[in-house]
């Protein structure tokens, strides 16, 4: 059976053809642009390939709601080209298929489940840290949706003793986004994060706020691993800072062979799939 | 066909007879002391009333891990008499039937999303206010567990400016339950909440952390309904207070109507069951 999967990105498409088994046959990467611009690409692309249903994971915030009439709406978002454009039911007119959307990192947290590094548990949680930060989940076999998708990246954070800077998100200020993503990195240093290597200063107030955040996760959560993948997981060293952080926080309380200091290096990891993580995972949205 | 339901709580063990429409035939309320004499009175209840299955809603922590050869077993607990007793493995041995167990607040979730105030959504999440701070939540038709159950009462909190209170939880200090169950209230302010009614401060606070608290829920879960109950929510004029710093803190970040000033009343609600939602819920895991 051939199936379609379209990873929605907010700087480029990646649309694939592939199988029930996961297998891809044939992709094309599309820039995005405003949607007259990208759409069209993309339906031509899909044009007389014989799909059968589409799985997307895009770029939000989208409308995840299948009962409120605006399924797979794209809401406010900065790229104002595509406030309230209607992905899911412009694809399913255009392609005559059933299409089933899902968060970028809903898909991601799917697709380590299914193909990466969280095969062998049941519930696990993707988290991206880079220009902004968010993550997903799959819990009971699905991705984690209820009244809206999960907005993990906005969670409060305590403050780092040693740390004034006063936040980067424009709702919340000091929200662990506006706190620990990309752009709040070079705002408090004056620097881009990959300049920024020598100070262990830096990375130590990276660690306190992300693991505050995994922790809360785990406490709200109880995945049974995490991955953390995005621009600023690049800088390797980090991981180790979190998981000594993560441990420290819990202090014991949850009682789990998985977090303990001899564990809990496979407990939080790094992404198993690289390049094809979000199409492989819209993928397994139809599978 | 009956089912048994045992809601398993620190102070009482409420013990039902049931059918799968959620009905409940007969019911005895045994003391919780230590198992030697509680389970043989349970056991005694139970014995020839023909139940095929067995849910069990208990406090916890216990181990809800099906695949590690410690299901059902109580974990640490204060009540040192329950430490590591094997409650589902007891049950099923004495009574010759399958066991399933969850803890007491994701039965309270399930009660109230089967039977009470959560019944027109598909996401709930129940938060109990009282001794201690718990949560439990049905994602998907399930209730939610992962690694271990979650244990979202211990979520970190940001400090009201006026408060220079430590905080009450032996593991954390300061975090949610540290700073807002019962005992906390009581340290901070000398006097138990019900006799608290005077001081808007003392309300402004514990608002200010259980809405924090009610915020990351959202983020991270993203309920249909929040249903808040235990002792100290029976001070009802907390509920405004908590609402009206949910919508502030969220700043309007996530397109919900229901998220509105105009309809925060209808999504976070008091409990739809009072006496009977642990036992009816500890039913609904085995309908």
Request: proline fraction near 5%; hydrophobic fraction near 40%; charged fraction near 20%.
């Given at each position: 059976m051939k199936l379609g999967a379209i990873e929605a990105g907010g700087t480029k498409?990646?649309?694939?053809?592939?199988?029930?088994?996961?297998?891809?046959f044939e992709k094309v990467?599309?820039?995005?642009?405003?949607?007259?611009?990208?759409?069209?690409?993309?339906?031509?692309?899909?044009?007389?390939?014989?799909?059968?249903?589409?799985?997307?994971?895009?770029?939000?915030?989208?409308?995840?709601?299948?009962?409120?009439?605006?399924y797979g709406r794209i809401q406010k978002t900065p790229k104002i080209d595509w406030v309230d454009f209607p992905l899911a039911e412009d694809i399913a007119k255009n392609l005559n298929v059933p299409v089933v959307v899902d968060t970028d990192v809903n898909v991601a947290a799917l697709s380590e489940s299914r193909w990466g590094n969280a095969t062998d548990v049941d519930a696990c949680l993707y988290i991206t840290v880079g220009t902004g930060i968010g993550a997903g989940a799959v819990v009971n076999g699905q991705t984690l949706k209820g009244l809206s998708h999960p907005e993990m990246g906005h969670i409060g954070v305590r403050r780092h003793e040693k740390d004034s800077f006063a936040g980067a998100c424009p709702y919340h200020g000091d929200c662990l986004e506006g706190m620990a993503a990309g752009p709040a990195l070079e705002a408090r240093w004056g620097k881009a994060g990959v300049e920024l290597t020598e100070d262990p200063l830096v990375w130590e107030v990276e660690a306190h706020y992300l693991a505050q955040a995994l922790v809360n996760y785990i406490y709200i959560l109880s995945?049974?691993?995490?991955?953390?993948?995005?621009?600023?997981?690049?800088?390797?060293?980090?991981?180790?800072?979190?998981?000594?952080?993560?441990?420290?926080?819990?202090?014991?309380?949850?009682?789990?062979?998985?977090?303990?200091?001899?564990?809990?290096?496979?407990?939080?990891?790094?992404?198993?799939?690289?390049?094809?993580?979000?199409v492989k995972g819209a993928l397994g949205l139809v599978i």
């Amino acid at each position: 059976m051939k199936l379609g999967a379209i990873e929605a990105g907010g700087t480029k498409f990646v649309c694939a053809v592939g199988d029930e088994h996961g297998e891809i046959f044939e992709k094309v990467v599309i820039p995005t642009e405003a949607p007259t611009i990208t759409m069209p690409k993309v339906y031509e692309f899909f044009e007389n390939k014989g799909i059968e249903r589409m799985g997307v994971g895009s770029f939000g915030p989208i409308d995840l709601n299948e009962k409120g009439g605006t399924y797979g709406r794209i809401q406010k978002t900065p790229k104002i080209d595509w406030v309230d454009f209607p992905l899911a039911e412009d694809i399913a007119k255009n392609l005559n298929v059933p299409v089933v959307v899902d968060t970028d990192v809903n898909v991601a947290a799917l697709s380590e489940s299914r193909w990466g590094n969280a095969t062998d548990v049941d519930a696990c949680l993707y988290i991206t840290v880079g220009t902004g930060i968010g993550a997903g989940a799959v819990v009971n076999g699905q991705t984690l949706k209820g009244l809206s998708h999960p907005e993990m990246g906005h969670i409060g954070v305590r403050r780092h003793e040693k740390d004034s800077f006063a936040g980067a998100c424009p709702y919340h200020g000091d929200c662990l986004e506006g706190m620990a993503a990309g752009p709040a990195l070079e705002a408090r240093w004056g620097k881009a994060g990959v300049e920024l290597t020598e100070d262990p200063l830096v990375w130590e107030v990276e660690a306190h706020y992300l693991a505050q955040a995994l922790v809360n996760y785990i406490y709200i959560l109880s995945p049974e691993r995490i991955i953390m993948g995005g621009g600023v997981m690049q800088q390797a060293h980090l991981f180790d800072l979190i998981r000594k952080n993560v441990v420290d926080m819990l202090n014991g309380y949850v009682s789990s062979p998985r977090l303990t200091p001899e564990n809990i290096n496979e407990y939080i990891v790094a992404p198993g799939l690289t390049d094809e993580a979000g199409v492989k995972g819209a993928l397994g949205l139809v599978i």
